[in-house]
């Protein structure tokens, strides 16, 4: 019995070892709620650097508090039929400088790591769309990381699916706390955001 227990102790340590699991308050959060869905668009070279920014076993990580909203978001989301499907959560800093420079420096679109940290570097941003039972993306106005005028949620879209697409995502978010930008239509903060610092490099 003790040696089962022994065996047990150590896998979960490895297990808690091997990720990035709880790291500086934050928390993993499909471990908040396991039905948000996550396909982190920079841990692959299909990002507007070409390569892939993160370790592969990054896994999507925010402040406890906004992993909460986010689990209510999804409750809600699940009342139209869909889920939440996270993009970007916790960007480490080395990311968002990369990003910077690959952007052009738009700062309209990409935060200037070396005079306004990215909310996303203090865990309390977040990049959503919204996704069918199955995983698959709705239509929406545009992919992810357009940097152009047709992202802003003020544009006029003709599909009206994608206008009723819209206006559920934003609805779920709004409605559990977050706030929207006028450039992304994907981007939420956390209302609470004020309060958080950026967050140290991972040593892992
Ligand atoms: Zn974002």
């Known amino acids: 019995m003790i040696k089962l227990l022994t065996f047990l102790s150590i896998l979960i340590m490895l297990n808690s070892c091997s990720t990035y699991d709880e790291y500086a308050g934050m928390v993993n959060v499909q471990h908040t709620d396991p039905n948000i869905l996550v396909d982190l668009k920079y841990k692959g070279s299909d990002n507007i650097t070409g390569k ?8 999507a990580l925010l402040r406890q ?4 909203r986010l689990a209510d978001a999804n409750r809600r989301a699940t009342v139209y039929g869909y889920r939440i499907l996270v993009w970007d959560a916790y960007r480490p800093q080395e990311a968002q400088i990369a990003l910077w420079e690959a952007s052009g420096k738009k700062a309209g679109y990409v935060a200037d790591p070396y005079t306004k940290p990215s909310l996303h570097t203090k865990g309390v941003a977040v990049d959503v769309t919204l996704a069918y039972p199955d995983g698959t993306t709705v239509v929406m106005p545009t992919k992810f990381d357009d940097f152009s005028h047709k992202a802003a949620p003020s544009t006029f879209q003709p599909n009206p699916l994608v206008r009723r697409n819209l206006r559920i995502l934003r609805e779920v978010m709004t409605e559990s706390g977050f706030q929207h930008i006028k450039t992304e239509w994907w981007h939420f903060l956390d209302q609470n955001f004020e309060k958080y610092e950026t967050i140290p490099k991972i040593d892992s």
Do not use: R
């Open 65 to 68: 508090a906004t992993a909460n």
């Open 52 to 59: 892939p920014l993160y370790k592969k076993n990054m896994p």
